[in-house]
């Protein structure tokens, strides 16, 4: 097909989260006049920012892990990169106010050693567990190893069970495990598929040293995937429309499909659906897929995010991870929110499905004791403000046997193609299987559209 030909085509996107403006820049990158159509009043998706008086909240702290190279090229191809760095090194506060005592400080912290030595040191020092515990962890570690992730098998048994038969102790998984599971996975090892705790832990333990250094936004979460993706899209020719409901989806003549709004209808040749499983579910015309209300059987869970603003600095750190009480993850939001004075702290709450409805009086009551406990400074300190952010449908839930509910990028409907962060990336509910699922849909649309095009992660290709 000529340069020509191509700019004649026309695809719409569905759904303005990180799968679907990804794939509207893929296609626009490859010459395809796109319009990418999004419901809310902005960009981002799950993964976004609003105003709170003069503050910039977060709907939830993200982070990513230097192993997330889709993401990356994400931040990248908007030009956000060095607005949401990596950190030079692995190095993870576990603060445990659980046993009797003191408090006790441990790091997960990495040395520039090759794999699997660069994380030695660090847990031959981790305090948080006994010696025999530390040694079961680096047998747990060469067993998973040689697991390919990919393996059916594998997400039909979940992550505890594999845990418990490579003799980790309740401790173990809840002091390390779990402490870096629950957060990426957003669910504890015993409802985790085998198949994706083993993506996560490979690719972030043991593919490279750095694979899991950390990285997170020091700007609104919107600045990155709303702002500058819109900047991002505007200079690649997409036509985007906010605040447009897609309604449905109809063959047009010759091929074609037209895509229902409140307006007037668009006509396209490849209709790529990135909006939730539940929506796409909705949207998709007859006979795309063999059993599409397999999509309904992907779970979903929710992620709670308390936020705390203090009269005065009460943590140094950028950030910390906690045992020994309810507290998970606390962040610094302080600079990226804006706050002039004192500081703005985070606590990012995953498989939160306890406390999900929970009052906003009965979380203040339970969380401002704990953060005293984890944070002296804190107890001296007037709080200024205290609210919570509530994402019910934060993440698919990666349980066991979810690996045989995800669909591909392609349907059996030609030109109508799927993306989505809970499509079959293999990775868990990310940021980085949100643009994965975005390429992956962009190339299956090119590739019929007679445009094979280059895959921007060679090693994935
Ligand atoms: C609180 C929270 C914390 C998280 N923490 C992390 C983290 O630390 N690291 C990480 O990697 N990931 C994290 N995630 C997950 C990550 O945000 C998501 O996996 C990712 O953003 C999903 O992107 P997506 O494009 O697949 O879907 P979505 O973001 O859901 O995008 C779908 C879009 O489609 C739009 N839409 C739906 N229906 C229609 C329609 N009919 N017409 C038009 N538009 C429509 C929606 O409005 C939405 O904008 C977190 C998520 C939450 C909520």
Redesign the pocket.
Known sequence: MTDDDMRSRHAVV???????VTTALQLADAGVGVTL????PR?????FSFQRGDLTVD??????LRC?TA?RWFLERVGGAALAPVQERLDVPVLDIGRPGRPRLGRLRRTALPVPLHLAASLAGYPHLSLAERASVSRAALALGRLDPADPALDGIDFATWLRRQGQSPRTIEALWDLVGV??LNAGAPDVSMALAAMVFKTGLLSEPGAADIGWARVPLGELHDTLARKALDAAGVRTEIS????GIVRADHGRWRVETGGAPLEADTVVL???QR?TRA?LPDGALDAPDRLLEIGTAP?L?VHVLYDRKVLRRPFFAALGTPVQWVFDRTEASGLGEGQYLAV?QSAAQQEIDAPVAELRKRYLPELERLLPPARQARVRDFFV?R?RT??FAPAPGVGRLRPGARTRAPGLYL????TATGWP??????VR?GFTAAAAALQALGRPHEHPLKEAA
């Open positions: 569905v759904g303005g989260g990180l799968a679907g159509v999004e419901g809310r960009l981002g998706g799950l993964a709907n939830g702290q993200h982070v990513y997330c993401y957060a990426t447009t409901r897609v309604r990135a909006t939730a929506e949207l992620i995010n990012s952010t994402e934060a993440t993306a989505g962060a809970w509910a990310t940021m980085e299987g949100a699922s």
